[in-house]
Every structure is written in structure tokens, then in C-alpha cells.
């Protein structure tokens, strides 16, 4: 009897564990399913659902701390909804507990502020977050400060550290140096590296010192004062290879210091890495110096494709092609293929330019370089002759290839486009917002913080766990994933750079990436001030916003080497000039004026030339005495040979940019993969 009910009993007992297994793991899987869903595209209203109804506390916790991130300027209403989130050992713990810290400074709320960031120093001492509570008692407790700048070097808070070291420095030029090793590129660190160089008979600075200031020097792009501050010592190998590639970004202006260098490179570290790196990048230096390929050691380039091609290009032509072809997918050919490629179109050799052309399948080039191919392959095919071939060349590249110069000069051959400047109906200022995506970091609390919307924690995260890449060569992807995190904090100087940088390098990188990386090129910044200086001058926003783009990368206090200041680039002289009255220059650094004054200008431009807005561009840069000597009837023919033959490369170079800008602007809408 007791056998008979223990045997009935043993399906109740099955069926309560498989009930209890199959509950435990829907619950699991919808929970997983609602982590994944918090991201800053949700609602407020279904984020206040996950923060006030789940049963799972950190889920409710990233729901409050992405509702914090969409609460901006409600410090009250932060406070609360940070209140409790603090527990447990979880990064995020460290992160509500900084962001406490900050709303009860906000708030003027000092002594809670104060325990915040000791709770935070006390519990997570080695947390990225802490780098803050470091920062913040380090006023009153300098050693803090010092500990700082050791235990997390290139976090924003330890380079804001090091520039106000002041007294408390254990040597005197102890800020300059941490700012050049660590972070050149940060707001206040080139003046004081500047400085620093400048007294570089110092005996306080030694030589070790000196490599480090020329190295950040010409990690910002100036070759000339790297070697200076190096005051006749002789640069590492590194320190060489950037000097060449900071001498290289000025084209004509430094090309024979640039030569100059290369050659000490080759003589001073014959078999060196960077040697071999210098001379595969640089390639075209060879190619225009045979005395340099005379240089080299024979053995360093065995079997080199940057080596052979210099030799090669040296030689006829139709060599040159033959040698190439066993190195195609060489991104070190890429530059010295378009130079030779060039050269043919502008010569008008149709032949010889398809040859070249048609040396690297379009499959292993990233996208900027894949476009341009195509573009000229059917413009080549058109002047062969053979009309459909140029036509289908064009219609495909609309249909592969995000908006840009050249798929806007393919849709112009096709006669499917007249691009205007001005405003001809109703006007509406349309500023896209871009969804929110994924980040694709490496690094998991970065993409946990970008998921939740706390994108100036993610790129402090980012920098700290990543100090190497203010001094290495960094991948394309991780270019585009620190271009998007600078992006989002409106850090376009040097976000824009580094998105530039992955879209030379990137290939093969799939739709959704591509567009990603597109979108985030074209940001919409100072909506207010383009939108009175486009109804102001009659000129399309979008127009305006190329050429801020292009002119300085939205920041507002760039001047140049020559003068030019603000947004849009602006001479002193210009400037009073439209104004038609003497203007402060502080005030060209105001975004409402520059970008009134400048649209202004680039409007009384297109006055001038009869609203041809290629003259009007390109006399923006190089000025319109210089543009009118450059003008043929190849600019009505041939528009994009006009531009090629420019003999400014900066200028060159501008145009393409700018109109690829405003092309881009104009069809953000029109290229999408991603559903």
C-alpha cells in the first residue's frame, strides 16, 4: 500500500520540478530579454516600469541610472533616482555612487558630496570612477592627487590633475611631461608641452625628458617644433616615424623636410622596424627621390610591395602596373596607386588611368577608397565610349555607397541631381537624430555604461582602460568605437579625426558598420546659429554645416597658423570687411557671429560667381583672385578634372570634402541597412 502511493506520487513530484525548471528559466530568459532592452532608444515611461515594477534590483538599478542619464539639469530628481542604487560590488555600484557625489555638488550640497567620494575612494579604490574622488579630495589632500596620477594616468581626471600640480609637482616639469605621455591631445596639455620644449636647455630637463615632448609634438601633428624641442639630439626610431607622418599631413609645405628626415631614419637605424614601417607608409618619398631607394639596406626589403612599387614607379608605366599586381590587397599601395592614377587622368590618358584603376578589386578597399574607384571607372568608361557600362557603374554605386563627393559626381552624370546652395521653397530646418546602437567596444563596462546612456563615464572608462592609445598605433575599429564615444560627448575635434582615420582603414566592414561610421560623421551642432545665419544669407543649412564641419570640426576656438579664427575659419580682415565695420576679434569665437559672418561671406561668394557653387567653395579656402586663375572650360566639361587639377592640394582636398559634407547632409535619410 505504502509502494502504491509513493509510485502515485512520483508524477506530482515530476511535474512540480519541471513547472519549477521550465519557471526559473523563462524568468531568466524574459529577465535577459529586459536587461538587453534598457538602452537609451527606450521611453521614459517604460523605463519608469523597469525602475519602479521589476523584481530584479539590477535591473531596476540600470533603469534609474539610464533614466539619470536622460535627466539632464534635474539634479533633484537624479538624487532620487540614484537613492539605494549603491549597493553590493558591482562597477556600477562605483559609478551611482560618483554620480551621487556629482549631483550633491551640483546641488551645493558640499559635506554629502565630500562622504559620497570618500564612500567611493573607501569601497572601489581601484575602480575607473574613483579616478574622480581622487581628483575632487586631492584639493585639499595633494598626495591623493600624486596617487592619482600614477594609479590611472590618462583618465581625464589625472591629466586635469597634472595641470594644476603647481607647487605641489615633485619636479619641475613634471606636468608637462605626464600631459605629453599621457594625454597630448587634452584641453590645456600642447601650451604647456609648448612651454616646456621651449625651455629645453634646462638642465631640470633631461634627455629622456626632451624624446618624450618632441614624441607628443609630433603626435599632434607638428614635425617642425618636435625637432626643434629635440635641440639637435638625435629623435628614437618611433619618434622619426612620426615626425615623417606629421611632416607629411602639410603635403608641399614640408615635403623636403619630410625627405630630409626619412633620410636620417635610414642612416641613424638602417634595419630598424620603424625604418621599414617609415618607408612602406611613405612609400611616395621614394618613388619621387631615387637617391633615398639608393639608401636602404637591400635585405630590409625583401619581398617588400612599398619597396618595389617606389622603384617601380620610377620606371615606365606599363612596369610599374605589372609590379604592383602581385601585392593588391597592400594598403601601403593604396595613395601610390591614386597619385599614378591621377597623373594619367589629368594627362587624359583614359587607358593607362583604367589600368591603374583596375588594380585592386573594389572588395579589398575600405569604403572611401572603393567609391572613389568606382566613380572613375564609369566616368573612364563614359569618355571610352561605353555609355551602359558608366551607367551601371554609377547606378551601382548609389545603391552600395553612403552620400559623398563622388556618389553625388555619379548622380550628376546620370542627370538625377542639380545641387543648389540657396533656399528656393518653404523652409524647414530638419535636424536628424540618430537611434542609438550598440558600441562594440572590448571591453564590457564600456559598452554596459554606453548601453545605459552614461557616454561621458564610457569614454572616461574607455581612455583609463586604454592609455596605450595616445601613444600606438590603434586598429580601425577602435577608432571607430572612441571617434563614436567623443562624438556623443560633442568632443568632434578630435571624434571627427579619429571617425576619418577608421573610414581610410576600415574594409570589409559589413552594411550596419558602415552606416554606423557614416551617421556619426555628420553631426548637427549650434541648430540655433546655423538656423539664423541660413535664413540670414539665404543658405541651405545643411550647406553651412559642410563647411563648419570641414573648416574645424565644430570647435568653436580653433585658430589657425595664419589667422583664421572660429567656427567657420574666419580672417580678421574678411571679417570687417563683411561686417563692413571693424568687429572685435574675441568675438569671431563666438559661434552666433562667426557662423553669421562666415555664411555671409561664402554667400556674397556665390554673388560673385554667378552661383556656382564649386568657384564659391574653392574661393572660400584659396581665395578668389587665386580661383580665377585656375578657371577653364573643363570646369563646365569636366567638373571633377577642374577640381583634380587644382594646384593647391589643400584646396583640392577642401572642395571634395565640403561638398561630400553637404551631399551627406542633404541625404542622411537616404542610405539605410540598418532596420
Known sequence: MVKTNSLNGLPLLCGICLISLTTIFCGRFFLEISERKINPNISESELWKYYRWSIDPNLRRKASLTLVAKSKGSFRRRKRLLQAQGWGNSPLAAVVIKLQAQTHSSLGQVNAAKNSWKNLLNRFPEHVSTADAYYFLGKKKPELRLELLSQQPAHPAA?????ELGEHAITPYQAAIHLARWGPSS???????????????????????????????????????????????????????????AL??????????????????????????????????FGVLLAEDERLLKLVNPTLFKNSPGFDVAKSLIKAADESIKEIHPWMKESDLWHIQWNATRKALLNRDWSKARSLLSIFNSQNLPQSFAVRQQFWLGFLA?????????????????????????????KERLKKSELSARIKKKYIFDIKVAKWHPLGSKNNLVNQLWQLGLNIDALEAWISLNPALEKTLITPEE?????????????????LRKLFQASLLLKE????????????????RYSSEVQLASLD??????????????????????????????????????ANEVNQSIIDRSLLFDPKVNILLG??????????????????????????????????????????????????PETRFYTKKVFGNFWAYLNLDNYSCIK
Open 248 to 281: 607629411m599631413q602639410h603635403d608641399s609645405l614640408h615635403r623636403d623636410l619630410a625627405k630630409e628626415t626619412l633620410e636620417n631614419l635610414i642612416r641613424d637605424y638602417p634595419d630598424s622596424s620603424s625604418t621599414k614601417a617609415s618607408l612602406r607608409e
Open 509 to 524: 566592414e559589413g552594411c550596419e558598420t558602415r552606416e554606423i561610421l557614416h551617421r556619426s560623421q555628420y553631426p548637427y
Open 187 to 245: 584641453h590645456g596639455a600642447e601650451k604647456i608641452i609648448r612651454e616646456a620644449c621651449s625651455a629645453s636647455s634646462d638642465e631640470n630637463l633631461s634627455s629622456r625628458d626632451r624624446q618624450v615632448l618632441a614624441r607628443a609634438l609630433a603626435y599632434l601633428g607638428d614635425g617642425v617644433s618636435s625637432l626643434n624641442c629635440l635641440s639637435g639630439e638625435e629623435p628614437s626610431e618611433e619618434i622619426y616615424f612620426l615626425i615623417i607622418k
Open 382 to 410: 563614359e569618355k571610352q565610349g561605353r555609355i551602359d557600362d558608366a551607367k551601371r557603374i554609377w547606378e551601382a554605386m548609389l545603391k552600395s555607397y553612403p552620400s559623398g563627393y563622388y556618389t553625388w559626381r555619379a
Open 159 to 163: 591629466l586635469a590633475a597634472a595641470l
Open 599 to 648: 555664411s555671409k561671406y561664402l554667400s556674397s561668394l556665390l554673388k560673385e560667381w554667378d552661383e556656382n557653387l564649386l568657384l564659391a567653395i574653392a574661393s572660400y579656402n584659396a581665395g578668389p583672385a587665386n580661383v580665377k586663375s585656375w578657371i577653364t572650360e573643363e570646369i563646365k566639361s569636366d567638373p571633377e578634372l577642374w577640381v583634380e587639377r587644382i594646384p593647391y
Open 479 to 495: 577608432m571607430l568605437v572612441e571617434g563614436r564615444l567623443r562624438m556623443s560627448v560633442e568632443n568632434d575635434w578630435i571624434g
Open 537 to 574: 544669407s539665404n543658405l541651405k543649412h545643411e550647406l553651412i554645416l559642410a563647411v563648419v564641419k570641414e573648416e574645424s570640426r565644430f570647435a568653436p576656438s580653433v585658430q589657425s597658423s595664419a589667422g583664421a579664427i572660429g567656427l567657420m575659419q574666419l580672417m580678421p580682415e574678411t
